[in-house]
């Protein structure tokens, strides 16, 4: 059974860190490349930062940029997303995705999503 499954969310103060994971099973990241994406309260889910599979190639959306690093380790199967310097408006349910080209991945063409992982950031 091919499954992603989000870890890391969690409630953190403006300015601090969280490292999200997301662990693959039932499938290799060797041929997958990996998406983040978000959606906050009343809003359309957005992309925020992807990965090919060997991990020679990013993404990130303008919002984020400079703030959060996506990085993967196929020989644990997983992706992270360290995000820092959080803000307010980066309160959301974190998704990752997958889809067998990076373009697809950041074109939001995905064919596998996680459940999600909260993250708030609020003093």
């Known amino acids: 059974q091919l499954q992603l499954v989000e870890s890391g969310g969690g409630l953190v103060q403006p300015g601090g860190s969280l490292r999200l994971s997301c662990a693959a099973s039932g499938f290799t990241l060797d041929y997958y490349a990996i998406g983040w994406f978000r959606q906050a309260p009343g809003k359309e889910r957005e992309g925020v930062s992807c990965i090919s599979s060997s991990g020679g190639s990013t993404y990130y959306a303008d919002s984020v940029k400079g703030r959060f690093t996506i990085s993967t380790d196929n020989a644990k199967n997983t992706v992270y997303l360290q995000m820092n310097s959080l803000k307010p408006e980066d309160t959301a349910v974190y998704y990752c995705?997958?889809?067998?080209?990076?373009?697809?991945?950041?074109?939001?063409?995905?064919?596998?999503w996680g459940q999600g992982t909260r993250v708030t950031v609020s003093s």
């Open positions: 995705a997958a889809a067998s080209a990076f373009r697809a991945v950041v074109a939001g063409r995905v064919d596998y």
